[in-house]
């Protein structure tokens, strides 16, 4: 092993020391900003590239006027730097003093200062056994007139506040003696301890923005002090000594007030962990600290810290022994906060290294991978599943998870709960029944607005996006403890995100993109769709506003849907990975007619699901297209045969002569009825079926065909009733309690069985109707007019997925047209060889070595 670092956060010296990569090193030495730098950097600092050309003075002005107004002063009081350090050296040679009074232990760079400046240095010792907590009035018996002090605050390395009223009365006290504060760590503190409210001339405030907003190699920092002497200090320097870029983030980051309010409470409690489980390691001392770091002492005399390092960087952690300090010896080692995981990670080292009992190693947690995307219908719900069943032909136990799904298209379990379709057949693609713990919360859009929401399963209540924003972070716990419980049953776990985790607008509620992937411990692959355009823009921009916790979760890029010859993304995939720094896992060819079911209506809306097929005896299925349209998978089936073309109707116009006219489920009936009406296709749709054309409701679409439908409750609207098509003699009362069964049943004149699943609210009674469909415990869940057998409804999806009751109902429109009835099922519809192909398709296109090196597996 080679050398360790001399100074914390030496991540390539590390590296180099310890064999391991960059990547897989815990660097608890660097006492930077646990939460990264603000998602706002990168797009900031791409934005000034242009102005690198010019003179960075305009920009200094800037800065030093946003400084000056953000802590209410002149701009003659505050002096930017080349960091911290490059004032710090400044002063002593603009100050009338002969000495500098130190705390010991403290930042070694107050005595390098003092030394270059040929001032003698008096230590006032710090006392482990006191925490390191100054004491103010062995300070002020120690001043001399000549003495100029140097006080970190926090200190370094205790992280140790000063008493503040009485540091403010011994500055008071002697004005005579300037005093030097380096508030560096003080945003981890909390602002309520500075002193850059305080107005003395003998104060001096040094403040460095690199530890807090975690920009190190940015060198930014500045001074506040009396106008004399900042005059002096510009007297001293150079100019231009801060770049442009540093001086362009310093002054956007004086708007972000948010995110240091942010580090600070999550610095707090991050701090508060970690020291209690240091402090229950038998061997270990940690000291109190207010700063976003901890200093330890190991109380075995004849051990050291300087070994601890190297035995824990073998593990690939990094913490910063502490001997270079004076006043501490070899035992003493500093360590970073950073976030619980990673906590626990060196705490159980350390635990085994000093064989204590009372900290068991965590449990690691089931490998996770997650699908991302740069927007909305990449095709991630499809590379899940297509991933799902290629663990599951590999012996895998594994099983999906989507957090939350905004979608129209559900289903139900066998326990009569509702999710996504798309997670059911994700469940299918490992072979497992569905299951609510696969997507514990389903969000079915009601309005443009407003939602209904169903947690575990159940509906928990219909909420404006505001309201359920609010509510958020009490579901994400539930949300957390499903999963927990499904990835302990399982080997692996594939999870899906939503839309895209660059969202900034929604990144702070977020619970099912990287905050789920943070707490599942997920590799993130993010997929991009090709057949769109813009995908490579869509990789770097979406990377470009990823937070730095974000990025370091991201593992690769899947490009999918591209047609064409793959060798020719060559250049771009190599400026990509260089602009990035992430690999391409894999390019994934488009394939039309997976014969998989689509997880939204995107690609129905679009008419990309219309099947266009001409020719002889080719049956002609108008599908409407509703606005608030559910369950459009329903007639899936129908699309695989042969002698059937399904077309989506938006508009009178388009509807045509068909043999049969659909009215599918809808989220919002009374809504869409009112669509219908307005827009002619009711209309329409009773003209033709008084000639004799097939009409065919699924759930909502069969309330749709009655006399009425009444809203009591204001489930759908206010509490209005509306006319019907009057199709069938039916009334439907929409009640609270939604209907949620999983049911066999029978289709009455033709004896097939039918299996599928009833999602509705309220209840529909009628008269003078021939039963249709009726479930094994007899209950009638379909009916049709007496004298019009052709008119008819049911409440169960999925009937058409029955390959004998599918070819019944398509012979009987083929004989209506003088066509010969085919007799035999033609394309039975099975997803299991659909699923295979799939998983054969991604693949042969994904690099399945990394990835389950990814995986760990």
Not at 601 to 626: E, R
């Amino acid at each position: 092993m080679g050398d360790l670092p001399k100074h914390g956060g030496n991540l390539r010296q590390a590296s180099k020391a310890s064999g391991l990569p960059q990547e897989d090193l815990l660097d608890f030495s660097a006492s930077i900003n646990p939460l990264g730098f603000p998602h706002w950097l990168r797009p900031l600092i791409s934005s000034q590239i242009s102005q690198l050309a010019h003179y960075p003075n305009p920009q200094a002005e800037e800065f030093v006027t946003a400084l000056a107004k953000h802590h209410q002063i002149n701009s003659n009081q505050v002096i930017i730097g080349n960091g911290a350090s490059e004032l710090l050296y400044l002063l002593p040679q603009v100050l009338n003093h002969k000495r500098v009074l130190l705390p010991i232990p403290s930042y070694n760079d107050y005595a390098a200062i003092a030394t270059a400046s040929g001032f003698p240095i008096d230590s006032l010792p710090l006392m482990p056994e006191k925490d390191f907590q100054l004491d103010m009035e062995q300070l002020s018996s120690m001043l001399r007139d000549d003495h100029l002090i140097i006080l970190g605050h926090p200190n370094n390395p205790s992280g140790q506040l000063c008493d503040v009223s009485a540091l403010q009365e011994l500055i008071k006290k002697r004005p005579h003696n300037y005093f030097i504060i380096d508030e560096s760590f003080i945003d981890f503190a909390g602002k309520e301890y500075s002193l850059r409210g305080q107005r003395p001339e003998n104060l001096i405030i040094i403040q460095s923005m690199t530890k807090a907003w975690a920009i190190p190699g940015l060198r930014l920092g500045y001074a506040l002090a009396d106008p004399k002497v900042v005059s002096a200090m510009h007297q001293m320097r150079p100019d231009w000594s801060v770049n442009t870029i540093a001086q362009a983030v310093g002054v956007r980051a004086l708007q972000d007030s948010n995110y240091l309010t942010k580090t600070c409470d999550y610095v707090r409690q991050q701090r508060q962990d970690l020291f209690a489980q240091l402090e229950s390691i038998r061997g270990l001392h940690p000291f109190p600290s207010d700063a976003n770091f901890l200093l330890v002492r190991i109380d075995n005399p004849s051990e050291d810290a300087l070994s601890l390092a190297q035995k824990l960087l073998k593990k690939g952690m990094m913490i910063r022994p502490c001997a270079s300090f004076q006043g501490l010896d070899k035992r003493y080692f500093r360590v970073a906060v950073r976030t619980a995981d990673e906590q626990q990670q060196l705490c159980a080292e350390l635990d085994r290294g000093f064989n204590a009992v009372s900290i068991k190693k965590p449990a690691r947690k089931t490998p996770a991978i997650m699908f991302q995307g740069t927007g909305s219908n990449a095709g991630k719900s499809i590379l899940t599943a297509a991933l799902s069943r290629i663990l599951y032909q590999d012996g895998v136990s594994v099983a999906p998870f989507k957090a939350q799904n905004m979608s129209l298209n559900s289903g139900v379990t066998y326990n009569g709960g509702e999710m996504g379709r798309a997670q059911i057949l994700q469940a299918q693609a490992c072979r497992l029944d569905a299951d609510v713990r696969m997507n514990p919360v389903l969000l079915k859009p009601s309005s443009a607005t407003g939602s209904q929401v169903i947690v575990c399963g159940k509906v928990l209540e219909t909420m404006h996006f505001r309201d359920y924003s609010e509510r958020r972070n009490s579901i994400f716990t539930q949300v957390k403890t499903c999963y927990d419980s499904l990835a302990n049953e399982h080997q692996v776990m594939v999870l899906e995100g939503a839309g895209s985790p660059a969202e900034i607008n929604l990144k702070s509620n977020d619970i099912v993109n990287m905050n789920m992937a943070r707490y599942a411990d997920a590799k993130v692959l993010l997929v991009g769709d090709i057949d769109r355009g813009g995908v490579f823009a869509s990789f770097v921009g979406t990377l470009e506003l990823l937070s730095e916790w974000e990025r370091r979760l991201v593992h690769g890029f899947v490009i999918n849907r591209f047609r064409g010859d793959a060798s020719l993304l060559g250049n771009a995939l190599d400026l990509t990975r260089q602009h990035t720094g992430k690999p391409f896992l894999g390019t994934v060819p488009y394939v039309q007619n997976l014969g998989l079911p689509e997880e939204d209506s995107v690609d129905f809306k679009d008419g990309l699901l219309d099947t266009n097929k001409q020719g002889k005896d080719v049956l002609d299925v108008a599908l409407i297209d509703l606005p608030h349209i559910s369950n459009f998978t329903d007639f899936d089936a129908l699309r695989v045969e042969t002698d059937v073309h399904v077309r989506r109707v938006c508009h009178t116009e388009e509807l045509g002569s068909p043999d049969v006219v659909i009215l599918p489920g809808t989220k919002n009936v009374i809504s869409d009825l009112d669509y219908l009406q307005n827009s002619g296709l009711a209309a329409a749709i009773r003209q033709l079926a008084e000639v004799g054309v097939e009409i065919v409701g699924i759930c909502g679409g069969y309330q749709m065909l009655g006399r009425k439908i009444a809203d009591p409750n204001a489930i759908e609207s206010s509490g209005e009733t509306c006319q019907g098509l009057r199709l069938l003699a039916l009334e439907t009362t929409l009640l609270p309690d939604k209907i949620m069964t999983r049911c066999q049943a029978s289709h009455l004149p033709s004896d097939e069985s039918l299996q599928g699943y009833e999602i509705h609210h309220g209840t529909s009674i009628g008269s003078n109707l021939k039963p249709l469909i009726q479930r094994q415990d007899g209950m009638v869940i379909g009916s049709c007019a007496t004298n019009r057998e052709q008119i008819w409804g049911t409440y169960l999806h999925g009937i058409f997925d029955a390959d004998g009751f599918r070819r019944w109902f398509l012979d009987r429109l083929r004989q209506r047209k003088g066509w010969q009835a085919i007799g035999k099922v033609q394309s039975p519809y099975d997803l299991e060889p659909a699923l295979d192909r799939l998983a054969d398709h991604v693949r042969a296109s994904l690099d399945m070595d990394k990835i389950y090196q990814i995986l760990g597996l």
